[in-house]
């Protein structure tokens, strides 16, 4: 079974820096995509930073130039530095792999971590 490992988080003042750290595992036969999403209060999930396959990284434009995702896609892992952090940033951020096990190709998300910007 597919599991995934967040590690990071928490809460930081307006300006600061946090980095979210994610590793799945569990019968991956190939990984297609890792990344982080993340939930505001009262708001849908948002893609925020994205690695394809072998090494295509993508942002949002709300977090393109603070942000820097990096991970190694054979390995399964993948972090989001984040930097100048706005209270905007408030959100849960989920760890979203795109896989392919034996069986199926399928999306698995983590828990989620929250991280929260406030003076």
């Known amino acids: 079974q597919v599991q995934i490992e967040e590690s990071g988080g928490g809460l930081v003042q307006p300006g600061g820096s946090l980095r979210l750290s994610c590793a799945a595992s569990?019968?991956?036969?190939?990984?297609?995509?890792i990344g982080w999403y993340r939930q505001a209060p009262g708001k849908s999930r948002e893609a925020v930073a994205l690695?394809?396959?072998?090494?295509?990284?993508d942002y949002s434009d709300s977090v393109k130039g603070r942000f820097t995702i990096s991970g190694d896609t054979e390995r399964h892992t993948a972090s989001l530095q984040m930097n100048n952090l706005q209270p905007e940033d408030t959100a849960v951020y989920y760890c979203?792999?795109?896989?392919?096990?034996?069986?199926?190709?399928?999306?698995?998300w983590g828990r989620g971590t929250m991280v929260t910007v406030s003076s």
């Open positions: 690695i394809t396959y072998p090494n295509k990284r």
């Open positions: 979203m792999v795109d896989i392919a096990t034996d069986d199926e190709r399928k999306y698995v």
């Open positions: 569990g019968g991956i036969v190939a990984l297609y995509h």
